[in-house]
């Protein structure tokens, strides 16, 4: 409620009513690998903007790869 609080005093704004991209904003895909890195990410410029199949299996062919490490030699 502090949020409320902070609007009625004049401290904050309320959220845009037409923000950019439209009420539910724009697509991100992102490759993440195994361990939780994220190797690469496109940011939509329109809604429909993401990866082709393509364009998913090139980046992820061209994206550097680590050695896996053994969880047992720790």
């Known amino acids: 409620m502090s949020g409320v609080r902070e609007v ?3 401290r904050e704004h309320l959220p845009s009513t037409s923000p950019h ?3 539910l ?3 991100a ?4 690998a195994s361990d939780g890195r994220v190797l690469a990410a ?7 903007d ?3 199949v393509d364009e998913l299996l090139q980046t992820a062919a ?4 680590r050695p896996r490490t053994d969880p047992a030699a720790r």
């Open 50 to 52: 993401q990866w082709s």
């Open 42 to 48: 496109k940011y939509g410029e329109h809604v429909y």
């Open 25 to 27: 904003g724009l697509p």
């Open 21 to 23: 991209g439209g009420r």
């Open 62 to 65: 061209r994206t550097p790869r």
């Open 8 to 10: 009625a005093r004049g």
């Open 29 to 32: 895909d992102f490759l993440i």
